[in-house]
Nanobody, 117 residues
Framework: VQLVESGGGSVQPGGSLRLSCAAS????????MTWYRQASGKERGWVAT????????YYVDSVKGRFTISRDNAKDTVYLQMNSLKPEDTAVYFC???????????WGHGAQVTVDS
């Protein structure tokens, strides 16, 4: 299993970024995909999940209405569109998939997002 994030960077408050996570080594279309984030000095926290099949999406309250998670099963890629970014969104964002029973977590290397004026 390999997960590779891209698209991080620095942006001013109110700006937008789109993260991508390219997956390989498993049947992508069969698994829910999730984004987590970890700010400096804090624990990693859940941000959003998109299911498969169905493509249903779920969000932590702090990003509802600003972030959109989506997936392209033809490209084995999951996205996180982040709009109206705030300084408190600054974190390293990680792509995650849980595979197996009991589930095993697989993580990408992370993508830094910095929101600062």
């Amino acid at each position: 299993v390999q997960l590779v994030e891209s698209g991080g960077g620095s942006v001013q408050p109110g700006g937008s970024l789109r993260l991508s996570c390219a997956a390989s080594g498993f049947t992508f279309r069969s698994y829910a995909m999730t984004w987590y984030r970890q700010a400096s000095g804090k624990e990693r926290g859940w941000v959003a999940t998109v299911t498969s099949p169905g493509g249903y999406s779920y969000y932590v309250d702090s990003v509802k209405g600003r972030f959109t998670i989506s997936r392209d099963n033809a490209k084995d890629t999951v996205y996180l569109q982040m709009n109206s970014l705030k300084p408190e969104d600054t974190a390293v964002y990680f792509c995650n998939v849980k595979i197996g029973l009991p589930p095993v977590d697989y993580w990408g290397h992370g993508a830094q997002v910095t929101v600062d004026s």
